[in-house]
C-alpha cells in the first residue's frame, strides 16, 4: 500500500486546506494510506475532525512557528511517505528537507507540487516571508528550485501556469507541469434548487482579501443586503481593517457577518442568496464554484481562473473587471431588478455537472497513478 503525506501551512479554514483534507479521504478510500502534516499547529478547523482527518505538526506552539518557519524545521513525523504533495512554497520546503531526510535512510520519495499561488509567502509574521518580501530574485530563485526538484507540478488554473511560466522565464509548458482545478464542490440535485430566493448578496472568503474592500464600494452606493461569510484571523490586520468598515457602513445598510459558518449552513446561504459576488482576482475560487453549485448566480473578476470553466457566452455575463465597480452595480442590479437569480443560476449549476469533485478525483488519480508506475 502506498502511502501519501499531504503538507499544509496550517489547519485554519480555507481553499487550501479544504483542498489537502477532501484529497486525503478521497485518497485512503482508494487504497493509498494517507496523513496529513500541517508546518503550524493553528486552531484547528471542524472539517478536519469531522473527516477524521489525524494531523501532525512541525511547530506546536503558533507564535514560534510563525516567527520562525522558513529557518528551520523538526521533521518528528515517524511517517516514511512514498510520496508528498506539498500545497505551496512553506510546504515545498518542507517536503525537500523531509526528502533529504529519508534519502539518507535509502527511501525513495516523489514530490507533487501543488503550487496555489506563485511567489506568495502565506505563512504571516514569519522573519523568513519578510526577507523574502525584500528580496524578490531571491524568492524567484526558490521557487524554481522547487518546481525543478519536484517530480510533478499542479497548478490551479490556466491563469496560474502563465503566472507560473512569466515569473520563472519559462519558454514553453514543461509535461512536468498540469493544470488540475480545485473543484471540490458537489452539485445539489436539480430539484432543490431555489427559486424564490432570499434578498441578499452574498460573499464567501477568507476576510482580507481585495474583493471584500472592493464589496464595500459597491454596498457604499446600493441598497440589496448583504451577507458577509468566511473566516478572518484575529492577528490579521487586514480582517480587523474589513471588519471596521462594514460596521460603519451597517449603520445605514443592511449587513450581516457569519462567521466559520458549517458546511450546511454555507449551503443554505448559497441556494437561498440572489447572487454571490467576488470583484477581487483569485487564481481559482473555489468559493464560486461551491455557490454555482448551490445554483446560485456568480460575479467575479474576469481575471479568476474559475472563468475558465465557465463557457465564453456565459462568460461575459458573470466576469467582470474587478475594478469597474459601475460596471458592477450595473449588472448586480440587472440580475436582481430583472428577476434573473434563478435562471442564472441555474446555468452555473450546469456548468458543475462537469467540474465538481468526480472530475477532480479522476484527474488526481490519473496523475498519481502514472507517477506511481
Request: aromatic share 10%; hydrophobic share 40%; with cysteine.
Amino acid at each position: 500500500m502506498k502511502k501519501i503525506m499531504s503538507i499544509v501551512h496550517n489547519t485554519l479554514p480555507g481553499g487550501v486546506q479544504r483542498l489537502s483534507a477532501m484529497e486525503t479521504v478521497i485518497l485512503r478510500k482508494f487504497g493509498y494510506e494517507t496523513s496529513l502534516l500541517s508546518i503550524l499547529k493553528t486552531q484547528e478547523w471542524v472539517l478536519f475532525e469531522e473527516l477524521r482527518i489525524k494531523l501532525n505538526y512541525i511547530f506546536d506552539n503558533e507564535f514560534f512557528g510563525r516567527l520562525f518557519s522558513g529557518l528551520f524545521f523538526n521533521i518528528n513525523t515517524s511517517v516514511e511517505p512514498d510520496i508528498i504533495i506539498a500545497h505551496n512554497n512553506p510546504s515545498a520546503q518542507v517536503a525537500l528537507r523531509f526528502k533529504q531526510k529519508l534519502k539518507r535512510q535509502n527511501k525513495h520519495v516523489s514530490i507533487v507540487l501543488y503550487l496555489h499561488d506563485s511567489l506568495v509567502y502565506p505563512i504571516k509574521g514569519s522573519l523568513f516571508g519578510e526577507f523574502l518580501s525584500f528580496f524578490p530574485n531571491i524568492y524567484r530563485k526558490l521557487e524554481l528550485k522547487y518546481i525543478k526538484k519536484s517530480d510533478i507540478v499542479l497548478v490551479n488554473s490556466i491563469f496560474s501556469l502563465n503566472r507560473v511560466m512569466k515569473n520563472h522565464d519559462l519558454k514553453e509548458s514543461s509535461k512536468k507541469i498540469e493544470v488540475l482545478y480545485p473543484t471540490l464542490n458537489v452539485p445539489i440535485a436539480e430539484k432543490k434548487l431555489v427559486k424564490e430566493k432570499k434578498n441578499y448578496m452574498l460573499i464567501v472568503g477568507r476576510i482580507d482579501h481585495e474583493a471584500f474592500y472592493n464589496v464595500y464600494k459597491i454596498m457604499k452606493r446600493v441598497d440589496i443586503p448583504l451577507v458577509v461569510a468566511g473566516y478572518g484571523h484575529p492577528y490579521n490586520p487586514g480582517f480587523r481593517k474589513i471588519v471596521r468598515l462594514f460596521d460603519l457602513l451597517k449603520r445605514k445598510k443592511d449587513i450581516r457577518f457569519v462567521f466559520s459558518p458549517s458546511d450546511e449552513h454555507l449551503l443554505k446561504l448559497y441556494q437561498d442568496a440572489l447572487l454571490f459576488v467576488y470583484p477581487g482576482h483569485e487564481n481559482f475560487n473555489m468559493s464560486a464554484v461551491e455557490a454555482m453549485s448551490a445554483g446560485c448566480p456568480v460575479l467575479v473578476a474576469e481575471t479568476s481562473g474559475v472563468c475558465e470553466i465557465v463557457p465564453p457566452k456565459l462568460r461575459k455575463e458573470l466576469c467582470l473587471d474587478k475594478n469597474n465597480t459601475d460596471l458592477w452595480i450595473k449588472r448586480i442590479s440587472e440580475v436582481v431588478e430583472n428577476n434573473r437569480s434563478y435562471e442564472l443560476g441555474k446555468l452555473c449549476w450546469s456548468v458543475t455537472q462537469k467540474y465538481n469533485i468526480d472530475w477532480h478525483r479522476s484527474k488526481l488519480l490519473g496523475i498519481l497513478e502514472d507517477l506511481v508506475d
